[in-house]
């Protein structure tokens, strides 16, 4: 079972600043690495796929990183619509998939 | 525009067999291209994934959950759904379904909003 921890736990950003949350894998997962954006009372939303790809819709100023048990989810100045809980997922050994526990991106 | 639907019971009693349904529209279930699964939340805790099937049937469940799951499709109606047997107040959550493209290097990339599910007397 690979288990996937991020750090930290909550990060507290002022709009327009840069924010950083990493994720760490058990095991090598290649870059079979995904980060998804949750609000309050809504759905996950894809950000990255294949650690570094943005999905469809997703502006600039997300970007990942990273390969094998390390990867970075960047947000280079932080809008008000991005303060959010964020988590990693991996989906190296799919169908089997498994998600980190979160980091909470709150306005400092 | 893919548009992914849960329903069922928002309240199932212990010891009882959740059942939910993912109705897809814009897009068919059928099509070779995509898996569709399962994932719930917890209220205020993170993601777990139940278990994924593919068109034409074939499943896999998260092993935490296995002998309680079963996943079918049913594309007659463009649907797919979930059971979730001998259920507890642990398997309380938000069950959300989703599609993943069947294609290297890709994963759940639409989702449901979302249903609650409370198990309770």
């Known amino acids: 079972e690979i288990v996937m921890t991020q750090s930290p736990a909550t990060l507290s950003v002022s709009p327009g600043e840069r924010a950083t949350l990493s994720c760490r894998a058990s095991?090598?997962?290649?870059?079979?690495l995904a980060w998804y954006q949750q609000k309050p009372g809504q759905a996950p939303r894809l950000l990255i796929y294949?650690?570094?790809t943005r999905a469809t819709g997703i502006p600039a100023r997300f970007s990942g990183s990273g390969s094998g048990t390390e990867f970075t989810l960047t947000i280079s100045s932080l809008q008000s619509e991005d303060f959010a809980v964020y988590y990693c997922?991996?989906?190296?050994?799919?169908?089997?998939?498994?998600f980190g526990q979160g980091t909470k991106v709150e306005i400092k | 525009q893919l548009q992914l639907q849960e329903s069922g019971p928002g309240l199932v009693k212990p010891s009882e067999t959740l059942s939910l349904t993912c109705t897809v529209s814009?897009?068919?279930?059928?099509?070779?291209?995509?898996?569709w699964g399962w994932i719930r939340q917890p209220p205020g805790k993170g993601l777990e994934w139940i278990g994924s099937?593919?068109?034409?049937?074939?499943?896999y469940y998260n092993p935490s959950l296995k002998s309680r799951v079963t996943i079918s499709v049913d594309t007659s109606k463009n649907q797919f759904s979930l059971k979730l047997s001998s259920v507890t107040a642990a398997d309380t959550a938000v069950y959300y379904c989703?599609?993943?493209?069947?294609?290297?290097?890709?994963?759940?990339?639409?989702w449901g909003q979302g249903t609650l599910v409370t198990v309770s007397s």
């Open positions: 997922q991996q989906y190296n050994n799919w169908p089997l998939v498994a």
């Open positions: 814009g897009g068919s279930i059928s099509s070779s291209s995509y898996y």
């Open positions: 095991q090598s997962v290649s870059s079979n």
């Open positions: 099937i593919y068109y034409s049937g074939s499943t």
């Open positions: 294949g650690a570094s």
């Open positions: 989703a599609r993943r493209p069947a294609r290297v290097g890709a994963t759940f990339d639409y």
